[in-house]
């Protein structure tokens, strides 16, 4: 897949999405849809993830945030555009 048809988005993801195992699920989530980024915990218990893949695999990815895993509770996801920084993989920081 060549870079210029890869989009890359900022996620920032507020409600209950720590101490839920919402990094490893958004890990396995974004590996099995064919996302490449990372996810991390921010202070004051929000969650901020760097997406980047087609244009198809971010919408399944994005529609996977907005429920999370079983025990989160979602309430706002706050997405902004950036710039293609070529990650290989998904991790969780």
Not at 23 to 40: D, E, K
Not at 67 to 92: S, W
């Amino acid at each position: 897949m060549h870079s210029d048809n890869r989009i890359h988005k900022n996620i920032r993801i507020t409600g209950k999405v720590q101490g839920v195992g919402f990094r490893y699920h958004a890990m396995h989530a974004a590996s099995n849809i064919g996302v490449t980024g990372f996810v991390r915990n921010l202070s004051g218990g929000a969650v901020y993830i760097e997406a980047e893949g087609s244009l198809s695999s971010i919408e399944a990815f994005i529609a996977w945030c907005r429920q999370g895993p079983p025990r989160a509770r979602v309430d706002h996801l706050d997405i902004t555009e950036g710039m293609v920084a070529g990650y290989q993989k998904f991790l969780v920081k």
